[in-house]
């Protein structure tokens, strides 16, 4: 059977790609998950992963070529027709040419050096250091301030590890001069200004005493390694993952004049882009999973936004969004809501303030949660249930495992 | 083990959990949060790889001494020194 495979919806507001790299050739096979190709957006570098399995039979579009999102960019031959048996037949689903394949982000680095200009299509291969190459390099003894030059290209590619022999025997590497923080702002910019336009916002706040989660997070975190550690920011993605899949109307996509709630609950992290930008990659049914799960989930989340390889699915399959500001200090955020999606919660940095516990005044460590949500979906009184279901998920992290 | 060789060592741990920070701009004494943008799993994924790096239990109280390059060096020299 012959798959179409074509280029995924990129999110909001990005509609068309520049294809760069293929990183399959006809013939070769694909497994499940594996990106086969590299797109550009203003976002940054797309890994586009394919879901089906087979043997890449046809390349259509070559580099450099501008597409549409829906545009055939090659032709497989699925697994189980005229493929070795070795390949692991797909369970039957016939999957829509758009949930064939989706989308994965490289993030754009901070630019830390001029960098020079160089052919697009050879953006992709080398602008980052991923830990292996970084090995490499300090093999061969490589400067940093080398390396440094290697790594601010500006697109958010990967360097390699054959980019660092090239560079070590004094090859240059072609770099692309665009300002990838500027298109990142634009992208970031279109989005929330369609959410101001389009959505009609509104706000909760409550300000919850957040004693029972800081001494459960303690105790876990004093009797485990620090790998096993558990942060403040999981267990508050876990109570607002369980109250969405509780609390109807949160927890999907407005689209096309209506409210699609989602069987499950991705739930979007805002993961800061160091030197700027922000992205929101999810958590898979975060509402499903254990906090220990999820801890290890977002901790590779966040090194592959670090790393710049984001996967597929995780970028644009959230389904309502967490974010939070505390490590900068601020007590409270009033987010703004990431298209199709109907609301987002925000989570402030816990304060020790005066609190009444059991009938007297003592010192209490406090959270302030906001929710932005869509009135076309719900309204305040659905959303104080849902942020008061979250605040009472929170006063029982026992319950939350 | 040699100041300079603990250093490096630091470094290239920081440089794998952090592959998107420039080493030539690094200033060993200033917070990892201000120059870098740190953040808390920033923070967890650098106690992490000392802690299985070198052996050592850090517990999270001991977080802060890992705010910079130089005060982590310090920190590691005296587990180790007491260990």
């Not at chain 1, 500001?325 to 609301?343: F, K, R, S």
Request: charged share 25%; net charge negative.
């Amino acid at each position: 059977m012959e798959i179409e495979f074509r280029l995924p919806s990129l999110g909001a507001d990005m509609e068309r790609a520049t294809l760069t790299t293929w990183l399959k050739k006809p013939g070769e096979a694909v497994h499940r998950g594996e990106a086969i190709a590299v797109v550009e957006t203003e976002k940054g570098l797309i890994d586009i992963e394919c879901f089906d399995e087979g043997i890449v039979s046809a390349l259509i579009v070559e580099p450099g070529t501008k597409i549409a999102v829906g545009t055939v960019l090659a032709r497989l031959t699925a697994a189980g027709t005229g493929v070795p048996p070795t390949s692991v037949p797909r369970a039957a689903a016939p999957a829509t040419a758009a949930a064939a394949a989706a989308p994965a982000v490289r993030v754009p680095p901070p630019p830390a050096a001029p960098a020079a200009a160089g052919p697009a299509g050879e953006a992709a291969a080398r602008l980052r250091i991923s830990p292996a190459a970084r090995r490499r390099a300090q093999e061969l003894g490589l400067t940093d301030a080398a390396l440094g030059r290697l790594a601010a290209g500006g697109m958010g590619g990967i360097v390699h590890i054959e980019d660092i022999e090239r560079l070590a025997a004094g090859g240059a590497a072609a770099a692309p001069a665009a300002d990838a923080r500027d298109a990142m702002r634009v992208v970031i910019g279109n989005a929330m200004a369609r959410a101001k336009r389009e959505i009609p916002h509104y706000y909760l706040g409550h300000t919850i005493d957040f004693a029972a989660a800081r001494s459960f997070l303690q105790r876990h975190n004093a009797g485990v390694p620090v790998a096993e550690r558990l942060l403040e920011g999981i267990l508050i993605a876990k109570a607002v993952a369980l109250a969405a899949a509780r609390i109807a109307g949160f927890n999907g996509y407005f689209r096309d004049g209506r409210f699609e709630r989602a069987p499950e609950v991705n739930l979007g992290m805002a993961i800061a882009v160091r030197g700027g930008g922000l992205v929101a990659p999810a958590l898979l049914a975060a509402d499903r999973k254990d906090l220990r799960t999820l801890m290890h989930e977002f901790s590779e989340l966040v090194s592959r936004v670090r790393s710049g390889h984001m996967r597929s699915g995780e970028f644009t399959a959230a389904t309502i969004t967490v974010t939070s500001l505390g490590e900068d200090g601020v007590e409270a955020i009033y987010p703004i809501i990431n298209p199709p999606q109907v609301a987002i919660v925000g989570s402030g940095c816990v304060v020790e303030r005066p609190g009444v516990c059991e009938g007297s005044v003592a010192v209490r460590p406090q959270l302030t949660l906001t929710l932005a949500a869509d009135h076309r979906v719900t309204d305040g009184r659905a959303g104080a249930r849902f942020v008061c279901t979250i605040a009472e998920l929170l006063a029982a992290p026992e319950k939350l495992r | 083990m040699e100041p300079q060789d603990l250093r490096a060592r630091i470094l290239a741990l920081l440089m794998t959990i952090a592959p998107d920070i420039d080493p030539a701009t690094l200033d060993p004494v200033q917070d990892l949060r201000e120059q870098f943008d740190f953040d808390s799993m920033d923070r967890l994924h650098f106690a992490t790889a000392i802690s299985e790096e070198f052996h050592i239990d850090i517990p999270e109280q001991d977080y802060p001494q890992l705010a910079a390059l130089q005060k982590s060096c310090e920190y590691v020299q005296k587990k180790l020194t007491a260990a």
